[in-house]
Nanobody, 121 residues
Framework: QVQVAESGGGLVQAGGSLRLTCVVSGRSFSTYAMGWYRQTPGKEREFVAAITASGTTDYLDSVKGRFTVSRDSAKNTIYLQMNSLKPEDTAAYYC???????????????WGQGTQVTVSS
């Protein structure tokens, strides 16, 4: 069975950094795009960043220049390096397989459980 597991969230002050990790098990997804979404209570899940199998990246405008998504396909793992964090980055961050499908179309088993990032001011 496919399992998606995020880790690395935590509480940081504005301007700080965190690195999120997502490990996928059950099968190889080296030919799939993978990425990150985030969600705050009462709001829709929002696309943050993605990386294709060939290494092309895409980002939410508000995180460009601050966040970097990368992957290690041999380990079925992706990362999100988050620098210069702002309070508005506070959210539960979710790893997703095939992120370009959009939040409403990504199959339930292609999501991780979420890891909380809280940025204080």
């Amino acid at each position: 069975q496919v399992q998606v597991a995020e880790s690395g969230g935590g509480l940081v002050q504005a301007g700080g950094s965190l690195r999120l990790t997502c490990v996928v098990s059950g099968r190889s997804f080296s030919t799939y795009a993978m990425g990150w979404y985030r969600q705050t209570p009462g709001k829709e899940r929002e696309f943050v960043a993605a990386i294709t199998a060939s290494g092309t990246t895409d980002y939410l405008d508000s995180v460009k220049g601050r966040f970097t998504v990368s992957r290690d396909s041999a380990k079925n793992t992706i990362y999100l390096q988050m620098n210069s964090l702002k309070p508005e980055d506070t959210a539960a961050y979710y790893c997703a397989i095939d992120p370009f499908l959009g939040a409403r179309a990504i199959p339930s088993h292609y999501w991780g459980q979420g890891t909380q990032v809280t940025v204080s001011s």
